[in-house]
């Protein structure tokens, strides 16, 4: 997916460059209900980057579907910002990639040179994952994506104390199925709670990626983690 080769790019530089093999890149693209592209592919850091990365996440029953099956990082009541989150799931795998985490720095990735993001729901899971559970990475992406109004993302941050990972956001103009505005208040609402964040808007860029938006997000990337700590760590 163009996804995945976006951050397989950024993965390529950074080892050129004289980093680890893979270091640092966490990465989920996960498509919302209506099926654009293939569902689950993720990027993990410490792997190769030519390998076939494997799904972290279940098929089951997506609300918004009627309950059909569907690989999806939790699950939704509706599409909307002002519902309640399903609370349940999203634990669920917030557990599940914790363990992947766990694993890579066992494998000897620091906490600070990985970055966890993704695409539309893979950007919501990723920011649940950073702020609520793992404050001490390097930084979020989250792409055409949104947290609720009533997120436990907000009501976590408003204890919080700690310095918190920088938050990189794109989202068009005219998706028309995760609303700008939401994107937009996401950013805005996590700012206030001490998120160093910044918002790049797409014009006319509906629910979908675009070369500038993965061009600005290798580059974000790299400058995240930089080579001379790369090489520090070798």
Not at 190 to 197: E, I
Request: hydrophobic share 40%.
């Amino acid at each position: 997916s163009p996804f995945l080769s976006s951050l397989l790019n950024a993965a390529k530089q950074l080892i050129a460059a004289g980093g680890r093999h893979g270091e640092g890149l966490i990465g989920g693209a996960c498509w919302d209900a209506g099926g654009i592209g293939r569902e689950g592919e993720v990027l993990i850091s410490g792997l190769p980057v030519d390998a076939q990365y494997p799904p972290y996440f279940p098929c089951g029953p997506y609300t918004p579907m009627r309950g059909a099956l569907s690989t999806v990082w939790f699950d939704r009541w509706k599409i909307s910002n002002e519902c309640p989150e399903h609370i349940e799931t999203i634990d669920s795998m917030c557990q599940v990639l914790t363990n992947v985490i766990d694993d890579e720095v066992k494998n000897g990735i620091s906490k600070n040179r990985i970055i966890l993001g993704g695409f539309s729901m893979g950007g919501g899971m990723a920011m649940h994952l950073a702020y609520r559970y793992h404050q001490d990475v390097a930084g979020v992406f989250a792409l055409s994506s949104f947290l609720n109004k009533t997120s436990a993302v907000y009501q976590a941050l408003q204890k919080n104390e700690s310095v918190l990972p920088e938050l990189f956001q794109c989202h068009g103009t005219a998706d028309e199925l995760v609303l700008h505005s939401w994107g937009e208040e996401t950013n805005k609402m996590l700012n206030s709670l001490g998120v160093a964040t910044s918002f790049h808007s797409f014009p006319n860029l509906n629910h979908e990626l675009h070369k500038t938006e993965l061009e600005k997000l290798s580059s974000w990337i790299l400058k995240k983690l930089p080579v001379e700590t790369a090489m520090s760590n070798k």
